[in-house]
């Protein structure tokens, strides 16, 4: 049998020589956008390098994300700053930070400034962004030479979701099948689409109770459903990629809000059950129908925690607004 590649193993064939690059002198800044997956990501073939079952497509939020600040210090340990905030180095999040950074890294140790102008760990793809930003701003600091693929193969290996915030716009993750994950990257597809809209309809701003890494495993190992879920992806894939050329909102936003709804139940038939909707969740989705058989034109897509993303276009936000009056709007395509 192959031995499985570890982390460490994929970034050093990746960059080569580059490991061994000076930092630039001085610190330096990155931005990523969060993402919202339209064809969701939902189970891994392989945990170690985040290898995706399926491939999967989402929106990149425009100016939502994490900027993230790099800069080399004299010290014994890193120290990270969250929205201006000390993160204690007991914390899972120092953790799971400084065992990313170690991949890249022989002798330095960082000062590192994630600022996030989305909630954290509310189902808003906060470790996407923040680990594309890492990328980012890893890449500035030591000057690799190396393409988007394989920063965005670098983001993966922090959190899967992250290989897709890369990049603006639409972006499909392709899952690929080698077993080192060399084709397992984002691709942006060459569309811009001015008038659309996404709503973030924030409920419950609360750290989820359980994060998607392990959602995802109990799900893959114990739902009776998730035998149906690959073959479900393939299909709502190629539609919504079709949808979205068209710019046919109709036609994108029920694909999306389907597959959304469909991985959620996917984790309800898990053992023990997984159940991120919250009453409000339940009620805003009514809503939603409604509106949309008063002929307003809004779906609703919902990620790993209670709150809902609105899909739809600028003609359709003054009725929205209308029902949901603290959305908070993001245009993907606004810069
Ligand atoms: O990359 P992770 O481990 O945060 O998982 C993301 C899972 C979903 O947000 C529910 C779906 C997706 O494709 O983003």
């Known amino acids: 049998l192959e031995r499985a590649l570890k982390k460490i193993d994929v970034i050093r064939l990746l960059l080569g020589k580059q490991i061994q690059n000076l930092p630039v002198a001085h610190p330096v800044q990155a931005f990523a956008p969060a993402n919202i997956a339209l064809c969701k990501y939902w189970g891994k073939r392989e945990r170690e390098l985040n290898l995706p079952q399926t491939s999967s497509l989402s929106i990149s939020l425009g100016e939502k994300g994490a900027t993230t600040q790099l800069a080399v210090i004299e010290a014994e340990a890193d120290v990270v700053f969250l929205n201006d905030v000390p993160v204690p180095a007991n914390t899972e999040f120092y953790r799971r930070l400084v065992a990313f950074l170690d991949l890249f890294r022989n ?90 809209c996404v709503g973030l309809l924030i409920f419950n701003q609360a750290a989820k109770k359980i994060g998607s890494r392990d959602a995802m495993q109990q799900t893959v190992a114990t739902s009776p459903f998730y035998a149906a879920w690959p073959a479900l992806v393939a299909s709502d894939l190629e539609q919504l990629k079709i949808a979205i050329m068209d710019k046919n909102l109709s036609k994108m936003g029920f694909i999306a809000e389907s597959n959304a709804l469909a991985m959620h139940a996917t984790m309800q038939a898990a053992r023990p059950a997984i159940i991120y909707s919250e ?52 245009r993907p395509f606004s810069s």
């Open 107 to 196: 002798k330095y140790y960082f000062k590192v400034t994630i600022s996030s102008n989305l909630p954290i760990a509310a189902g808003l793809a906060t470790s996407a962004s923040g680990f594309a930003a890492v990328v980012l701003a890893l890449n500035k600091l030591f000057q690799w030479q190396v393409p988007k693929e394989t920063l965005s193969i670098f983001a993966r290996l922090g959190s899967g979701s992250a290989a897709r915030s890369i990049t603006t716009g639409f972006v499909e993750w392709q899952a690929g099948r080698l077993s080192d994950g060399f084709d397992s990257y984002a691709v942006a597809l060459p569309l811009r689409w001015e008038t659309l």
């Open 279 to 330: 009453p409000a969740t339940i009620s805003a989705m009514q809503q939603i129908w409604q509106m949309r058989e008063a002929g307003i034109n809004v779906f609703f897509t919902q990620d790993a925690g209670p709150n809902l993303k609105l899909l739809f276009e600028e003609s359709a936000l003054l009725d929205v607004l209308q029902f949901f009056s603290k959305l908070e709007i993001v």
